[in-house]
């Protein structure tokens, strides 16, 4: 059932608590102005959480890395608010294998502030977990800076080993690990659940 969703490129919607949907895909080559906004939309603090300095704005080359992807080495999907005419993005996360290490891949998750603490880094995360299993990844490796209480707690309830080094914590989690696995299925039941909501109130076309 999974590969449904992540082994192609179709992604799903999933509504959050309050109704509000949400749409899951790959990054595409043309989400290069829907991210640069979407990084508009963080707060400084969050930038600097994300990408340890005070960058405002991505730059050209970081833009096309970021949206460039092959959906092996490196993974990207995003998510877009469904039902306004822009879709702007409002959550994205990315892994990235080691050429050297090919069962290792860094991996980033990132949510605007104004989404924050409403599901949508957790979906991110069972995606990631999702699509690593799929490509051979046994474990996804992220740096967190210390002053991230948020997403050290986060990833250590999910099961993640981290080792404080130069600054930052290095947070490995594996990917067959029971946590984050139990994080994945509830995820995808989620998914099949709204999946046969929809269905079960699409109109019914007469024989």
């Known amino acids: 059932m999974a590969l449904k969703y992540f082994d192609g490129l179709n992604g799903f919607t999933l509504p959050l608590a309050d109704g509000e949907l949400i749409d899951f895909r790959p990054v595409r080559p043309t989400d290069w102005e829907t991210i640069q906004d979407g990084m508009s939309a963080l707060s400084a603090q969050s930038r600097y959480l994300r990408f340890f300095s005070p960058i405002a704005k991505l730059p050209d080359d970081l833009l096309r890395y970021f949206t460039e992807v092959d959906q092996h080495q490196h993974v990207a999907w995003i998510a877009l608010v469904h039902q306004r005419m822009e879709h702007p993005g409002v959550g994205i996360a990315r892994f990235i ?3 050297d290490q ?3 891949a860094e991996f980033a998750v990132t949510v605007i502030d104004s989404y924050q603490h409403r599901g949508i880094g957790r979906v991110l995360m069972a ?3 999702l699509m690593a299993g799929l490509e051979g990844v046994e474990i996804l490796r992220g740096y967190v800076l210390p002053e991230n ?3 050290l707690n986060w990833l250590g309830e999910l099961g993640a080993v981290g080792k ?9 989690l594996a990917v067959n690990g029971d946590e984050v696995s139990s994080m994945t299925q509830g995820v995808l039941q989620k ?15 007469p024989d």
Do not use: K, W
Request: charge should be negative; glycine fraction near 2%; hydrophobic fraction near 40%.
């Open 164 to 172: 404080y080094d130069n600054g930052v914590y290095r947070m490995d």
């Open 97 to 99: 294998r080691s050429d």
């Open 149 to 151: 209480d948020v997403m």
């Open 127 to 129: 995606v990631l977990h």
């Open 191 to 205: 998914i099949r659940a709204f999946e046969d909501t929809v269905s079960a109130e699409a109109p019914q076309n």
């Open 102 to 104: 090919p069962a290792i």
